[in-house]
């Protein structure tokens, strides 16, 4: 007696299909498990056995081998414990063989029989979608995850005895249905943030906006009380909503992460801010069993480190890979792969340990001090961040003023304007944003007006910037102009793009 189920594991944000095979044959009673196994899934043997018994399944006394194939990829976690005792069963005759043909099964088994809830739906289903399953049982809590993927019926079972029943008739039950649209239009009423909420800072705001419209990392420097991370919260609600192909391609992250909950797609743009004390591997990601880290949980959206100065050194260190690559790559022994991190990273800094240099009226701090706590942020990292701009005290008269200050809604036109010029631009290739343009593209796309390279090259010498420095003023000049709606790039957009870099002298240089 053989049967065979389909299930899938996870690997980075995708989905692999896995087939569980059950054998039934006399011999020794034993229960077998084989295939490329870890720990987690040599337990689901107990797991299975007793929820077996615990569903009113008494087995005869026989030998059962179970293989998850291909046995050459790692299977992490416990979405087979369902597959494998309904495979068991089907050899036994206890389950339609001819059902388990273009059906995924995934979920824990507790001892009880019932169906826990696991982590990855979202993007097993999405696989199995995509190799032409027609339908797929998940836990009962995950099915909304489930549902979110057109294209395959996805039904919620909260036990094993729910699971069988349906198996040997799909008519005992209605798919799991969502309203899409319903969820999209839900997410920004509840949004009470709004830049609107900002009195003054029109600098800072600027800055901002043109960091968005080019996906450009924004540093803020200014002492504490100026507002740093009351803008930082509010950036989201500026950046252009999100499609629904973002949404599925943040919500599978969020998906193998776990934090789904009960919630099937992620509709607003992530924020994610992490306390200084976290590792590099929860920000970066992997770990025993891996997991998206915090640079992932910001893709597409924004990743936020505040106070940059008082996270460790080598941590904030690892971000420079992703930062250029956009995705982080794990190795492990038997699988490599990668999460995607496509963040725009934001960050504030005092510019020293109490915060007011180099006001001196209230900054006793020694340049000695100073120079330690902004060293933390090493040149190459600060040569990251596109776009550097002080935050300055607004003094009480501003804070009272009854003037209304643009909203966010309005900010948000602007930068959809220069988003739609830059995907026109970079159409049909692998880039989306200035920020992301190679020194060769940009002679390519950075055309001057007359009189701008005199401008660039008398900066050049004066500033004595770096390579690297010449051209993330160029590939911000270029988002000024997008603003501006412009085809070349002007004095005025080249001049705005140099006061960006301006920073680093002051607080950088020797
Ligand atoms: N420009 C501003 N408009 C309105 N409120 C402000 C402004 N700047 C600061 N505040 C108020 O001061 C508080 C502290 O600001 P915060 O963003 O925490 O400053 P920082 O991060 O620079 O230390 C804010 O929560 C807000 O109530
Ligand atoms: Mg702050
Ligand atoms: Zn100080």
């Not at 046995?71 to 063989?97: N, Y």
């Not at 909260?158 to 008519?171: C, G, H, I, M, R």
């Not at 924004?302 to 930062?323: G, H, M, S, W, Y």
């Not at 796309?445 to 660039?456: A, F, K, N, S």
Request: with cysteine; aromatic share 8%.
């Amino acid at each position: 007696m053989f049967s065979k189920a389909y299930s899938a594991t996870i690997q980075g944000i995708d989905g692999i299909i896995v087939s569980v095979e059950a054998d039934v044959s006399d011999g020794l009673p034993l229960f077998d498990m084989v295939g490329l196994l870890n720990s987690e899934v040599k337990e689901a043997r107990e797991r299975v056995r007793i929820a077996l018994k615990n569903s009113g399944y008494m087995l005869p006394a026989k030998r059962i081998t179970v293989n998850l194939s291909p046995a050459d990829i790692r299977k992490e976690g416990t979405v087979f414990d369902l597959p494998v005792a309904i495979a068991i069963l089907a050899a036994f005759g206890h389950v339609l063989e001819e059902n388990l043909i273009n059906t995924l099964i995934i979920g824990e088994l507790s001892l009880n029989g019932k169906v826990a809830k696991v982590n990855g739906v979202l993007p097993l289903v999405y696989s199995a979608m995509e190799r032409g399953f027609k339908r797929c049982i998940v836990p009962k809590e995950n099915a909304g995850e489930g549902a979110v993927v057109s294209g395959i019926k996805t039904y919620g079972v909260s036990s094993l005895k729910e699971a069988v029943t349906l198996l040997n008739d799909f008519k005992s039950k209605e798919p799991e249905t969502i309203d899409i649209k319903n969820l999209f239009d839900n997410s920004y009423k509840e949004d009470d943030l709004d830049f609107s909420d900002v009195a003054g800072q029109f600098a800072v705001k600027r800055a901002i906006e043109i960091a968005v419209s080019g996906m450009h990392n924004i540093l803020m420097i200014g002492p504490p009380g100026t507002g740093k991370t009351m803008l930082a919260k509010r950036i989201p609600t500026i950046m252009p909503k999100l499609t629904f192909e973002e949404s599925m391609e943040i919500s599978k992250i969020y998906s193998v992460a776990g934090l789904l909950d009960r919630q099937a797609l992620i509709t607003k743009r992530p924020f994610r801010s992490p306390h200084h004390t976290i590792t590099s591997t929860a920000l970066i990601g992997g770990g025993a069993i891996p997991k998206p880290g915090e640079i992932s949980l910001a893709h597409l959206g924004v990743l936020f480190l505040d106070e940059l100065a008082e996270f460790k050194k080598n941590t904030i260190e690892v971000l420079r890979q992703p930062l250029e690559e956009k995705v982080v790559n794990i190795s492990r022994l038997n699988a490599s792969f990668s999460y995607p991190a496509g963040f725009m990273l934001v960050s504030s800094i005092n510019p020293c340990p109490c915060g007011y240099f180099p006001d001196r009226n209230k900054c006793n701090c020694s340049l000695n001090m100073v120079k330690r706590y902004l060293g933390k942020i090493s040149k190459p990292l600060l040569d990251r961040f596109d776009i550097c701009i002080e935050t300055m005290q607004i003094d009480y008269k501003e804070l009272q003023a009854k003037k209304k200050e643009e909203s966010s809604a309005q900010i948000r036109k602007r930068i959809y304007g220069a988003r739609q010029i830059q995907m026109e631009r970079y159409k049909g290739q692998d880039i989306w944003f200035n920020s992301q343009l190679t020194p060769r593209r940009i002679k390519k796309y950075c055309i001057l007006d007359e009189g701008v390279e005199d401008l660039l090259e008398q900066a050049f010498v004066k500033m004595n910037l770096s390579a690297r420095a010449y051209h993330r003023i160029l590939k911000v000049a270029r988002t000024i102009a997008d603003l501006d709606q412009s085809k070349k790039i002007s004095k005025k957009h080249i001049s705005e793009a140099i006061c960006y870099r301006s920073l680093d002298a002051k607080y950088w240089g020797e």
